[in-house]
């Protein structure tokens, strides 16, 4: 059984930086779209970037240029650096895992339906203060 595990928030200051990790294990896919999706409180679940197996990499509007999505593939772990962080940027963040994307014929983007992840990190909370 599949199992990814989100580490790496915590509580800086607006301008401040985090790198949040994703730990990935039990599963092995030649062809993946992964990603880090938030969620602030009241407000439904989003994409912020995403990765596919070919490493290409998307991003949603509002983190272009601040964040960058990275994955080590020698440590099945994924990573967001998060640079100049903003008050608005506070949330739960997911990582997220389509394990078998070659199949399902979509483009890997932040946009991509939720419910198309296999696989579901635990969440860290990002808080930024102003």
């Known amino acids: 059984q599949g199992q990814l595990v989100d580490s790496g928030g915590g509580s800086v200051q607006s301008g401040g930086s985090l790198r949040l990790s994703c730990a990935a294990s039990g599963y092995t896919a030649n062809s993946y779209c992964m990603g880090w999706f938030r969620q602030a409180p009241g407000k439904e679940r989003e994409g912020v970037a995403v990765i596919d197996s070919d490493g290409g990499s998307s991003y949603a509007d509002h983190v272009k240029g601040r964040f960058t999505i990275s994955q080590d593939n020698a440590k099945n772990t994924l990573y967001l650096q998060m640079n100049n962080l903003k008050p608005e940027d506070t949330a739960m963040y997911y990582c997220?895992?389509?394990?078998?994307?070659?199949?399902?014929?979509?483009?890997?983007?932040?946009?991509?339906?939720?419910?198309?992840?296999?696989?579901w990190g635990n969440g860290t909370l990002v808080t930024i203060s102003s």
């Open positions: 997220g895992a389509d394990v078998d994307y070659s199949k399902r014929h979509y483009l890997c983007r932040p946009s991509v339906s939720q419910e198309r992840m296999d696989y």
